[in-house]
DNA sequence: CTTTGAATTGAGAATGCTTGTCATTCCGTA
DNA sequence: TACGGAATGACAAGCATTCTCAATTCAAAG
């Protein structure tokens, strides 16, 4: 249950706590924004305010449960931290995000870290391309 | 001369245009946002806009000239493009930013992107670690 | 070396995303 | 079940960036 999740986090377990927590499970592989979750809340039915859903997302991300994007374009998107880490490839027309996990990527940046004179503590890497979907399209909000 | 650069990059030579080329080109290796060359130029005497900043760097943006990077902290930074593509490497504590290349890495992230189905355009790579300068510390703004 | 139209500029307003404020409400311990 | 501190929602505020528009500047032509 997603209340331990949250006990665990050292958070108190509130409504809006749990709702988003269950959106973002339920929503797997998706890569939200704040004002997506809120919407998609509202939508069904939830009182919640848009500073809430930033405010958890922050202490989401604080406690390790989720994960801030900056990819381009303004918003920032969330994404629930499950499993082991991994990088991005963005289209940049349709905006859908794949994941993928590379060990010789990986080992290289430590190397190279290294060879700077760097202890290094976090990476960020994100290829923008053009996906091969067949609806691939300039779709962007997602409701 | 820079104005040849303008010209060549299909823009008018104007004050502020080559003002900041040339304060991009006197500041090697470094990374700026925009606010830090508005507050350059304005304590050298000259008369610009924190607007026209912004404009102009996204106009050499568009024309190749600069590259425009999204480091974490809300700012973007702008750096000149000069030379081949290479990746970055932040200092958390200092914001010293240091460059490197790597084409174990470069060539990996084409194989993935094929192997996932795009056509890749574009990547952004970035590092962040503590550095071993004696002088690290919370420096922050760079005037 | 002037004219002239279009591009550029500066100032401030406006925008978009995100965070702060504060009175009200909720959680969980006693 | 009552109580105190944490969490919430609504809205204001903050910050980086972009837009607007009248005034200025550029450069091509006369």
């Known amino acids: 249950m997603e209340s331990q ?3 665990s986090a050292g958070l108190k377990v509130t409504g809006p706590r749990l709702k988003m927590l269950e959106l973002l499970e ?3 592989g998706r ?3 704040a004002e997506a979750i809120y919407r998609q ?4 039915g939830e009182e919640i ?3 809430t859903v930033y405010r958890v997302l922050t202490q989401f991300e604080a406690a390790g449960l989720v994960t801030r994007h900056h990819f381009e374009g303004g918003q920032a998107v969330f994404e ?5 880490h991994h990088d991005h490839i963005v289209c940049i027309r349709c905006g859908r995000v794949e994941e993928f996990y590379d060990e010789a990527i990986e080992k290289r940046q430590r190397a190279i870290a290294e060879k700077l004179g760097f202890k290094l503590h976090d990476h960020t890497l994100t290829l923008y391309g053009e996906c ?3 609806g691939c399209q300039r779709q962007n909000s997602e409701s």
Do not use: F, M, Q, V
Not at 41 to 44: F, V
């Open 132 to 134: 091969s979907r067949p």
């Open 80 to 84: 629930l931290e499950r499993g082991p």
């Open 49 to 51: 305010g848009l500073a």
């Open 31 to 33: 890569h939200l924004t």
């Open 26 to 28: 339920n929503t797997h």
């Open 41 to 44: 809340l509202i939508e069904a």
């Open 5 to 7: 999740d949250l006990r």
